[in-house]
């Protein structure tokens, strides 16, 4: 029996993305290591999870289609509640490391997500944070806009399909027939995989689009790991994966989509429309521009930018062709939901992270 | 009360756990299906334009 060994580097994560992600001082990692039998490598053990997530990231692990054999060759799946019957307790029964890879989507949102993203930690040699929510906060973290109260308020009252006049509230614990039942605490602020334990690699995307994961899956395969802390994405931004043509970047008004007829083949910040490409990582193959969709930034900031609204402010600043402070002050009006575009998939990654409490 | 917990359930869309309580002679006396997961959209999803909701609320359940 022989071993391979693959060592993965030590190379810490960029500096900003330790302080926004508060990220805890980095274990001693094993290296990856994988069993070969009789020049047959033994089968990786790979775990699936979601926690604050919509299931589409344990879905487009099967878009890839036949290449899912291909996965079904490297690895053991050992968890994955979407599709198989395994439950905490088998999780738990796990020896700590013995899962390799850990594909982790979805943001924590509660203290149950919080309690699986530190057991799977735990027991997994790899974690990846898998998909926008996992690495960003994604759209669950626009609830970093409101807090706890304001959201229940909402979801258990105000919601007009709702008869709650006794105000009942999801309560964490509660005692029924002498029986404790516990349900998950729901926190003020939504926070990403690597805010909460330590996070090897990074595959963004809402959700990842298949290409990338089938690069992790090679990558796993054929034990190329990347250094610590890699996006497995383009080091650029979007717009360079764009094929849009860019001319001039003025403009003079900024379009809703019920405003325009968008030139199919010119850039759509050009036209006034807002694309987040310039504040975003490529990687997706500019999936949503294809279709004439603007950008909405799922991919996160790229290489060496902090904060990706921040980046995409400045960058929307600069092309406003107007000097007059009225005509300013109307073009930013005409940016209706600002906080909600500019973060729309990196609140909790943010440097702002949520809306101050109001207490 | 004996209790029984499958947590989570499994092969279905969705956060959930059950918890069975048995009785003395181990029937079923009591079952609560909990489901341990909010995210607020019915919050968060308030003040955005409406041209983005389509992009938004896809994000309720991606299966």
């Known amino acids: 029996m022989t071993k391979a060994r693959f060592p993965v580097s030590k190379s810490n994560l960029p500096v900003w993305k330790r302080i926004l992600s508060r990220q805890r001082t980095h274990r001693d990692l094993p290296s990856l290591e994988i069993e070969h039998e009789g020049g047959k490598m033994a089968k990786l053990k790979l775990a699936l999870y979601w926690a604050a997530s919509c299931g589409g990231c344990d879905v487009a692990v099967l878009d890839v289609n036949e290449k899912i054999l291909d996965i079904a060759n490297i690895a053991d799946i050992v968890f994955w509640p979407i599709a198989m019957d395994f439950k905490y307790h088998d999780v738990e029964a796990m020896k700590d490391d013995s899962i390799d890879v850990c594909l982790f989507n979805g943001a924590v949102r509660n203290s149950e997500q919080e309690k699986i993203a530190n057991l799977l930690r735990k027991k997994s040699k790899v974690m990846v944070a898998f998909g926008s929510c996992a690495c960003f906060g994604g759209i669950p973290a626009l609830g970093n806009f409101w807090d706890r109260t304001t959201i229940f308020e909402r979801a258990y009252i105000e919601a007009p399909s709702n008869d709650n006049q006794a105000r009942t509230f999801p309560q964490t614990e509660i005692k029924l027939d002498g029986v404790e039942l516990e349900l998950p605490q729901f926190y003020d602020t939504v926070s990403t995989l690597a805010q909460v334990v330590p996070v090897e690699y990074f595959v963004p995307g809402c959700p990842p689009p298949v290409d990338l994961i089938l690069k992790v899956v090679d990558a796993l395969a054929t034990s190329q790991l990347p250094p610590i802390g890699s996006v497995i994405a383009s080091e650029k931004s979007l717009c360079d994966e764009c094929d849009r043509v860019k001319e001039d970047k003025k403009i003079t008004k900024i379009y809703r989509p019920h405003e325009i007829i968008p030139d199919p083949k010119r850039c759509l910040l050009e036209q006034g429309i807002i694309c987040l490409g310039p504040a975003t990582r490529g990687g997706c193959g500019a999936r949503c521009i294809k279709v004439n969709m603007p950008c909405r930034g799922c991919f996160g900031p790229p290489a060496g930018v902090v904060d990706q609204g921040a980046k995409m402010l400045s960058a929307l600043a600069s092309i406003y062709d107007v000097d007059d402070e009225r005509e300013i002050a109307r073009m930013v009006e005409e940016v209706v939901d600002p906080a909600g575009t500019f973060y729309r998939f990196g609140m909790s990654s943010s440097l702002l992270k949520r809306r101050r409490m109001q207490t | ?63």
């Open chain 2, 1 to 63: 009360m004996k209790k029984i917990s499958i947590d989570p359930i499994t092969r279905l869309e969705g956060h959930g756990k059950i918890e069975i309580l048995l009785d003395e002679e181990g029937d079923v006396a009591n079952a609560y299906l909990q489901i341990p997961e909010l995210r607020g959209f019915e919050r968060f999803a308030e003040g955005r334009p409406v041209e983005e909701m389509p992009r938004i609320v896809t994000r309720i359940c991606g299966v």
